[in-house]
């Protein structure tokens, strides 16, 4: 699932890039004012694009590359239904570092404390493998 992710935030990547493209060449042929409300919005609009680009590129080379970071211990595990406005997530907390599943492979898993392992990317921390061993500790 995160392949297919980062795969679609290329396209729309390399899409904007297009569009901007055609939209800078058309407003350089028209020879108009460069300080109206449409080159401020493009430039607002490409630098969000460059910094989430930059942000999910680097968690993308990670993954591409098999560097991810690794926690362990004891974890609570709890699923969030988006109810239709957002995305089903499982949340994984380990002492005081949340950590996301972005699909439903663990949605069917019931909420509790359990002793895990797990690989996430260094960014967004979104988990890419997790090992459930045990039941953990109740107390607390």
């Given at each position: 699932m995160l392949i297919g992710f980062y795969s679609a935030l290329i396209i729309f990547t390399l899409l904007f890039i297009i569009a901007a493209?055609?939209?800078i060449r058309q407003f350089v042929n028209k020879k108009?004012?460069?300080?109206n409300m449409n080159t401020f919005m493009l430039g607002?609009?490409?630098l969000f694009m460059l910094i989430?680009?930059?942000?999910?590129?680097?968690?993308?080379y990670h993954l591409q590359a098999g560097n991810q970071k690794f926690a362990e211990g004891i974890c609570e595990i709890n699923f969030v239904n988006g109810h239709g406005r957002s995305?089903?997530?499982t949340e994984v907390k380990i002492?005081?570092?949340l950590y996301n599943i972005k699909s439903g492979t663990?949605?069917?898993l019931p909420d509790g404390r359990y002793n895990c392992e797990l690989?996430?990317?260094?960014?967004?921390?979104i988990v890419t493998q997790i090992d459930i061993q045990s039941k953990g500790e109740e107390g607390n």
């Open positions: 493209f055609f939209f108009s004012s460069p300080y607002v609009l490409t989430v680009t930059g942000i999910y590129g680097y968690d993308f995305i089903d997530t002492e005081d570092n663990y949605k069917d690989s996430y990317l260094p960014i967004s921390k």
